[in-house]
């Protein structure tokens, strides 16, 4: 149930991010930031808001719409996720062990490139969740063949 309400809270929060993100497009980003850090007290010269703004100078509206389109993707995949696993349905473990497991080997690479505490934190419990699930499949496995082997039949 955690497991999959966490999922419904980062499927929400991508498409909050996606809808943010697709109201940038025909936008000037470096100028919308810039009211932003304004309303929020940031310093302009702080270093990391320069390197932000570096980054987004290039981006265009095309890159906007794709990382619009891709945030809606993965949001609708951990919509599926967390509505799965909240209403207990099988296939949703599996489905959930599939996905979060073919992200991991890119989590563990990008920490290898440039460790972060976020990468850390997201990767750990990544890992937590497929270890979880995997062991809640094998111990209803376990259950089921006990429920149906022939000793406890008698």
């Given at each position: 149930m955690a497991i999959g309400v966490f999922k419904l809270i980062k499927a929400l929060s991508l498409v909050v991010v996606g809808i943010?993100?697709?109201?940038?497009?025909?936008?000037?980003?470096?100028?919308?930031?810039?009211?932003?850090?304004?309303?929020?007290?940031?310093?302009?010269?702080?270093?990391?808001?320069?390197k932000v703004v570096t980054k987004l100078w290039s981006v265009d509206d095309r890159k906007l719409?794709?990382?619009?389109?891709?945030?809606?993707?993965?949001?609708?995949?951990?919509?599926?996720?967390?509505?799965?696993?909240v209403l207990r349905k099988t296939w949703a473990?599996?489905?959930?062990?599939?996905?979060?497991?073919?992200?991991?080997?890119?989590?563990?690479?990008?920490?290898?490139?440039?460790?972060?505490?976020?990468?850390?934190?997201v990767t750990l419990v990544n890992i937590g969740i497929v270890g979880y699930l995997v062991a809640h499949r094998l111990g209803e496995r376990k259950r089921k063949a006990a429920l149906c082997s022939p000793s406890t039949i008698n």
């Open positions: 943010g993100v697709f109201k940038l497009v025909h936008h000037d980003i470096v100028e919308v930031l810039s009211r932003w850090v304004g309303a929020v007290h940031v310093d302009p010269d702080n270093r990391y808001f320069q719409e794709e990382v619009g389109a891709g945030t809606f993707f993965y949001a609708g995949v951990f919509l599926t996720e967390g509505l799965g696993l473990e599996y489905f959930t062990l599939i996905v979060t497991g073919s992200f991991l080997p890119v989590e563990v690479y990008l920490m290898t490139q440039h460790l972060t505490a976020v990468r850390a934190v």
